[in-house]
T-cell receptor, first 113, second 120 residues
Framework: DQQVKQNSPSLSVQEGRISILNCDYT??????FLWYKKYPAEGPTFLIS?????DKNEDGRFTVFLNKSAKHLSLHIVPSQPGDSAVYFC????????????FGTGTRLTIIP | KAGVTQTPRYLIKTRGQQVTLSCSPI?????VSWYQQTPGQGLQFLFE???????NKGNFPGRFSGRQFSNSRSEMNVSTLELGDSALYLC???????????????????FGSGTQLSVL
């Protein structure tokens, strides 16, 4: 049972345009959401997070939006740069899971120069 | 500050063998988590250790086990390897909080580069 879903395995975006990566979840107990970025042969690195009490969090070119009623979050990257080409994982946690994160299956983002 | 170190980087085993993977967390981090990454499945949580105690366990068979030492270093072991165990095994460390305490919501996990295990 995939509690965190990223339905787009891949996405291609022109350099300079906006990249939008989507994530859906089913567990209403999730109260914190994170995005990780992964390059080949490296471990995932933390990108940005959002608490369930907020609907938006911004950090430079990266913004995460949370729609709790729809159980949906999205990551916006503006403007997209070639170095953003990577696999992006959405992850979620609940108040009782300690350090456990539930990850989505990832979206491979390719920025076209 | 040194990052999370996983050894070995690559491992080739045959079915039925067992394997031990090692993880050294960031200095001062007391929580170590293990994840399995396979194509199409994302990262699947294996288990988490804090102060030498397993606090959380994912839905993996008993062939998958782990432990944590007093210096926070962790090992995971897979016995009776199967072809389906071929995957990238990732270790992540975090400062962690005592069970029942509440730090900032979800301390960010810091991942190692992983051990790529191939079972033939």
């Amino acid at each position: 049972d995939q509690q965190v879903k990223q339905n787009s395995p891949s996405l291609s975006v022109q350099e300079g345009r906006i990249s939008i990566l989507n994530c859906d979840y089913t567990n209403s107990m999730f109260d914190y959401f994170l995005w990780y970025k992964k390059y080949p042969a490296e471990g995932p690195t933390f990108l940005i997070s959002i608490s369930s009490i907020k609907d938006k969090n911004e950090d430079g070119r990266f913004t995460v939006f949370l729609n709790k009623s729809a159980k949906h979050l999205s990551l916006h990257i503006v403007p997209s740069q070639p170095g953003d080409s990577a696999v992006y994982f959405c992850a979620a946690s609940d108040p009782f899971g300690n350090e456990k994160l539930t990850f989505g299956t990832g979206t491979r983002l390719t920025i076209i120069p | 500050k040194a990052g999370v170190t996983q050894t070995p980087r690559y491992l080739i085993k045959t079915r039925g063998q067992q394997v031990t993977l090692s993880c050294s967390p960031i200095s001062g981090h007391r929580s170590v988590s293990w994840y399995q990454q396979t194509p199409g499945q994302g990262l699947q949580f294996l288990f988490e250790y804090f102060s030498e105690t397993q606090r959380n366990k994912g839905n993996f068979p008993g062939r998958f086990s782990g432990r944590q030492f007093s210096n926070s270093r962790s090992e995971m072991n897979v016995s009776t390897l199967e072809l389906g165990d071929s995957a990238l095994y990732l270790c992540a460390s975090s400062r962690g909080a005592k069970t029942g305490d509440k730090l900032l919501p979800n301390e960010k996990l810091f991942f190692g580069s992983g051990t790529q295990l191939s079972v033939l």
